[in-house]
């Protein structure tokens, strides 16, 4: 199987935002944290909530002619999931749960896990500390929902599977999923997260509002 256009996209992106961080580093003489290798395996695999395999870039709004729907909460971790991962957090109530999805972004998910011929196959999205910022989008595709993980899917098109965990969703709560193309390559990305107030010029790393 051939690399993912859209994981060389990011590849690019995470390479700028390492000479940005590289550049903050000789200005205030302070220690920036690195941003994690891109891995591109061959196949889909069961994969844990943080374990990253790419830098997702942060995008601007996406413009309100793109066609989007309110994803749908197929699955929630249950108080004794989140237990059991050692996880002592709040849920969110379902129906103050918003995930907005693109129908080109879920078209592309559609593609994936039927290439794939997994149903299941789908997109994790996490939020890790680094960056320039403080907080950076990991992405990575995956076989199947973990314990933590809420499930998304689009509510017309299907297959379309969207894993976020219990802890990263607090972060990412309202925001919407995108797919664009662009002439380095084509990628997901997260666009109008209400949790971020700024970010570093290369898209990647992001700081949350007060």
Same mark, same amino acid.
């Given at each position: 199987?051939?690399?993912p256009?859209?994981?060389l996209?990011?590849?690019?992106? =995470? $390479?700028?935002?390492?000479?940005? /961080? +590289?550049?903050s ?6 220690? #920036? *944290?690195?941003?994690? @290798? ?12 943080? =374990? $990253?395999?790419?830098i997702a870039? /942060? +995008?601007?709004?996406?413009?309100t002619?793109?066609?989007? #729907? *309110?994803?749908?909460? @197929?699955f ?6 989140l ?8 849920i ?8 907005e ?7 592309q998910?559609?593609s ?20 320039c ?9 995956a ?17 379309s ?8 969703l ?7 999923i ?15 997260n ?13 700081e949350?509002?007060d």
């Amino acid at each position: 199987m051939s690399t993912p256009r859209f994981a060389l996209s990011v590849l690019a992106r =995470a $390479s700028t935002c390492m000479r940005h /961080a +590289a550049d903050s580093y000789m200005r205030s003489g302070t220690v #920036s *944290t690195p941003i994690a @290798s891109l891995k591109i395996g061959s196949a889909l695999h069961k994969t844990r909530s943080f =374990a $990253s395999s790419s830098i997702a870039r /942060a +995008a601007p709004p996406a413009p309100t002619h793109i066609p989007k #729907s *309110t994803a749908s909460v @197929s699955f929630a971790p249950t108080p004794d999931e989140l237990k059991a991962q050692e996880l002592d957090l709040d849920i969110i109530p379902e129906e103050d749960v918003k995930l907005e999805l693109t129908n080109r972004a879920a078209e592309q998910l559609k593609s994936i896990a039927t290439r794939e011929h997994c149903p299941n196959a789908g997109l994790r999205i996490a939020v890790e500390s680094g960056g320039c910022h403080g907080y950076q989008y990991t992405m990575e595709l995956a076989s199947e929902r973990n314990a933590e993980d809420y499930h998304f899917t689009h509510p017309a098109i299907i297959p379309s599977n969207i894993y976020i965990d219990a802890v990263s969703l607090g972060l990412l709560n309202g925001s919407t999923i995108d797919f664009a193309t662009e002439l380095i390559g084509s990628s997901f990305r997260i666009a109008a997260n209400p949790q971020a107030k700024g970010g570093c010029g290369c898209g990647i790393s992001w700081e949350m509002k007060d």
